[in-house]
C-alpha cells in the first residue's frame, strides 16, 4: 500500500513563489512516474507537471517557464517549485503516483494566490 503526503501550500501574493512538496511510503517510488494535479472549483482536475521514472518532465501549458517538477528518488520526494504565480494557479494541487491498474493520490494540499 502506497500513502502519499502533500505540503507546502498556502496563501501567496500574485508573483510570488511556493514549493510543494509529497513524501511516497512503499517500495515503488523510483520506478514510478509521479504527477501533480489541481482543481479548481466547478473546474476538472487537470495535469498540472508529470516526472517519469527516467526524471523526463512534461507540463501543462500555460505553467511552463513558472513550474518545475523534481524527484529525489532516495528520499522518496516529488517536489513543485513554482515562481511567478497567478491568481489562476489558485486551486487544490493532488500529487499522483502511476500504477496500473489503479494509481494513488495524496490528500490534496490548498494553493491560494491573491491579486
Known amino acids: 500500500q502506497v500513502q502519499l503526503v502533500e505540503s507546502g501550500g498556502g496563501l501567496v501574493q500574485a508573483g510570488g513563489s511556493l514549493r510543494l512538496s509529497c513524501v511516497a511510503s512503499?517500495?515503488?517510488?523510483?520506478?514510478?512516474?509521479m504527477g501533480w494535479y489541481r482543481q479548481a472549483p466547478g473546474k476538472q482536475r487537470e495535469l498540472v507537471a508529470r516526472i517519469s521514472s527516467t526524471s523526463r518532465t512534461t507540463y501543462l501549458e500555460s505553467v511552463k517557464g513558472r513550474f518545475t517538477i523534481s524527484r529525489d528518488n532516495a528520499k522518496n520526494t516529488v517536489s513543485l517549485q513554482m515562481n511567478g504565480l497567478k491568481p489562476e494557479d489558485t486551486a487544490v494541487y493532488y500529487c499522483?503516483?502511476?500504477?496500473?491498474?489503479?494509481?494513488?493520490w495524496g490528500q490534496g494540499t490548498q494553493v491560494t494566490v491573491s491579486s
Open positions: 512503499g517500495s515503488i517510488f523510483s520506478t514510478s512516474a
Open positions: 499522483n503516483l502511476e500504477r496500473f491498474p489503479t494509481d494513488y
